[in-house]
């Protein structure tokens, strides 16, 4: 029997390596498509690379996509790849939007021109609904962006449903809420909090800056939210799914429950910098998953609290080894 094949885009990041290991799991050959870079990024899926297949490719290049389809013949593409730091997208709006909106573009036209039966996963995000108009967020609330990461993530999105109800593609967005773990990496608030909690336990550090406290956010666990990913394009029709624990946390919390995790009071470390506000704040987000609890059967499995101490446990970890302390 033929192994099912999985293309990720992506794949260095935090979601891609931890879907690439679950698609091993369930027996896949994994492909990943993978920037030509003078210094490779592969920190994240160094413990993989034996077991997978890097491929050269760039969403900026279509040519490169239609090449790789072609080489590889994947079953599933997972597009996972992105400029994805909200706050970079200010400063880099065009490279932002070529990548997470064009670049989705790109990839669906390989597909439709290369294998139109391939199943296509889109990774959307729960920032395209900015400044909400409902709350919680469901697969039906309109979009309202807030920022040039979020105003591509919409575009991206559109264009997958386009390409599914225009040319019957098996295209699927998964509208994702914040989902973290210990390979977030250390410019994401929750890892900066985790990382920051960690440095001032050892001595480290003294003090940690931040932005606005009160923003309040639906923040689950990675790996649980990839399992949501592969769920998707199991089913026989496509859709957009909300993935999200229902359940919503200020950057307050989370300092105060990473904090508390090496037993600080974080009110005597934590000040506030207005070099980390946002030009365009997103004050609330709270995700709606019913509809992939009751199609695909998938419920967050780790906690906030739990999340946020592996992630402060595995900083202590890697600082003390960083340091040999």
Request: net charge negative; hydrophobic share 40%; aromatic share 10%.
């Amino acid at each position: 029997m033929t192994k099912n094949r999985a293309l990720i885009t992506g794949i260095t990041g935090q979601d891609g390596s931890y879907l690439a290991e679950l698609l091993l799991e369930k027996g896949y050959e994994v492909y990943g498509l993978v920037r030509r870079l003078s210094t490779p990024n592969y920190g994240r899926i160094r413990h993989l690379v034996d077991k997978i297949h890097l491929v050269d490719g760039d969403l900026h290049d279509q040519t490169s996509m239609i090449l790789a389809l072609q080489d590889i013949r994947p079953t599933e593409i997972y597009n996972l790849a992105a400029q994805s730091f909200v706050a970079t997208s200010w400063t880099q709006p065009v490279l932002t939007g070529d990548t997470a909106a064009l670049g989705v573009t790109r990839m669906l036209d390989a597909i439709r021109t290369v294998d139109p039966s391939i199943r296509f996963y889109q990774a959307s995000s729960s920032e395209m609904f900015g400044k909400v108009v409902e709350t919680p967020q469901r697969e039906t609330t309109p979009f309202y962006p807030r920022s040039p990461y979020a105003v591509a993530k919409v575009y991206g999105h559109w264009i997958t449903v386009n390409y599914r109800e225009s040319f019957g593609l098996h295209a699927t967005s998964g509208i994702l809420f914040n989902h973290e773990s210990e390979r977030r990496g250390l410019e994401f608030v929750t890892r900066k909090v985790t990382h920051g909690a960690a440095k001032i336990k050892l001595g480290l550090a003294h003090e940690l800056r931040m932005g606005n406290l009160d923003s309040k956010r639906d923040w689950g666990y990675a790996p649980d939210y990839v399992r949501a990913m592969w769920l998707m394009l199991q089913q026989d029709t496509p859709d957009d799914f909300v993935v999200a624990t229902g359940r919503t946390q200020s950057v307050e919390t989370l300092i105060e429950t990473a904090f508390n995790c090496v037993d600080l009071d974080w009110k005597n470390y934590v000040m506030q910098d207005s070099r980390f506000m946002r030009p365009a704040e997103v004050d609330l987000l709270l995700g709606d998953a019913s509809k992939a609890k009751r199609i695909l059967d998938w419920e967050p499995q780790i906690t906030f609290p739990e999340m946020i101490q592996r992630m402060v446990e595995n900083d202590l970890r890697l600082l003390k080894e960083q340091h040999q302390l």
